[in-house]
C-alpha cells in the first residue's frame, strides 16, 4: 500500500475530544500510566518477538536538575499486530470514513475550517458533527472493529497490570487525519483532558517530539521520535503533559509533522 503522503494517527485515552474548546467525551483519570507500567509491557512485547524502543524522557534534561518527575515513552515497532491486526486494512478503512473539516473555534468564536488536520472521535455510540453546538463527528466502535479491537486488548491489558482499586477506565479513540504529511501538524502543547495515552500510527512516517520547560522556558534538549506504519506507542502519565500549564515545575510538552509545527531539528 501506498502511504507516502497521509498520515492518521488514532489516540486511546480516557477522554476524546474533536478540537480543544468543543464537546470532550469521557473524563480525565485520577492517574495515567507509570513509567512501571510500560516497562512491564516492553517485556511482554519483546517476549512476543516485537522490537520496542525505550525512551527516558528525563535522560534530555540537564545532568543537574533532579526534581523533575519520571517521564518515559515506549514504542512497539510494528505492535499493530500484536493484536492479529493488518495496520494496513486499518488505514484503509480509516481513510474511508467521515473526518470532520471544520470545528469551533474559541479564538474566533465561530466555525472555521481545519487546515493543520482533520479530525473524529471514536466512542460506543453515533454523532453527527453540530459545530454550531460544539460537538464534532464520532463514530462508533461497533463500525470500526480493528480499533474496537486494539481498544478493549488495551482495556483488558491495563487491567490486568493495575491494582483493582485503581480502576482503569473505559478508553475512547480521537483521531487526527494529517492528509499532507508534509504540510500539516500539531504544536507543542500537553493533554491538559487526560492522563492516559496509548495511540498507533499509520501511512506516512512521521516524527513525535517532546520538550521540557519550566516557568515558560524550554530546557534541556528536544526529544525525537520516529514513527512508522503500524507502531503504536504508549506516554507516561508525565510525558501526557496534563499538568503543562504549571510553570513553577518541570512539564514536557510534544509536537507532531511538518517543520512548521516542531521546529527545525
Given at each position: 500500500m501506498d502511504v507516502s503522503k497521509e498520515t492518521i494517527t488514532i489516540t486511546f485515552g480516557e477522554c476524546a475530544e474533536n478540537h480543544i474548546g468543543m464537546q470532550q467525551l469521557g473524563k480525565r483519570n485520577e492517574r495515567g500510566l507509570s513509567v512501571r507500567d510500560l516497562q512491564l509491557f516492553q517485556e511482554s512485547c519483546q517476549e512476543a518477538g516485537f522490537t520496542c524502543e525505550f525512551i527516558n524522557?528525563?535522560?534530555?534534561?540537564?545532568?543537574?536538575?533532579?526534581?523533575?518527575?519520571?517521564?518515559?515513552?515506549?514504542?512497539?515497532?510494528?505492535?499493530?499486530?500484536?493484536?492479529?491486526?493488518?495496520?494496513?486494512?486499518?488505514?484503509?478503512?480509516?481513510?474511508?470514513?467521515?473526518?470532520?473539516?471544520?470545528?469551533?473555534?474559541?479564538?474566533?468564536?465561530?466555525?472555521?475550517?481545519?487546515?493543520?488536520?482533520?479530525?473524529?472521535?471514536?466512542?460506543?455510540?453515533?454523532?453527527?458533527?453540530?459545530?454550531?453546538?460544539?460537538?464534532?463527528?464520532?463514530?462508533?466502535f461497533d463500525d470500526l472493529p480493528d480499533l474496537k479491537t486494539a481498544k478493549e486488548s488495551f482495556e483488558l491489558l491495563f487491567r490486568q497490570l493495575w491494582e483493582p482499586e485503581d480502576k482503569f477506565p473505559e478508553l475512547f479513540a480521537e483521531g487526527n487525519r494529517y492528509y499532507d504529511a508534509s504540510k500539516c501538524g500539531l504544536g507543542f502543547h500537553g493533554d491538559s483532558e487526560r492522563r492516559i495515552v496509548v495511540a498507533a500510527r499509520f501511512g506516512a512516517s512521521m516524527k513525535i517530539v517532546f520538550k521540557w520547560y519550566y516557568r515558560h522556558e524550554t530546557v534541556g534538549d528536544i526529544s525525537v521520535i520516529n514513527l512508522h506504519h503500524g507502531d503504536i506507542y504508549f506516554m507516561s502519565e508525565k510525558a501526557v503533559g496534563t499538568d503543562w500549564k504549571k510553570s513553577s515545575i518541570y512539564t514536557l510538552r510534544h509536537a507532531a509533522g511538518a517543520s512548521k509545527y516542531i521546529g527545525t531539528l
Open positions: 524522557l528525563n535522560g534530555k534534561l540537564p545532568a543537574d536538575i533532579e526534581q523533575a518527575d519520571s517521564a518515559a515513552v515506549l514504542v512497539v515497532r510494528g505492535g499493530w499486530r500484536l493484536f492479529d491486526l493488518d495496520p494496513d486494512v486499518t488505514f484503509a478503512t480509516l481513510k474511508e470514513v467521515t473526518w470532520d473539516t471544520k470545528m469551533w473555534s474559541q479564538k474566533h468564536g465561530r466555525v472555521t475550517n481545519k487546515l493543520a488536520r482533520h479530525n473524529i472521535c471514536v466512542a460506543n455510540f453515533r454523532q453527527v458533527a453540530d459545530f454550531e453546538q460544539k460537538k464534532g463527528s464520532v463514530h462508533s
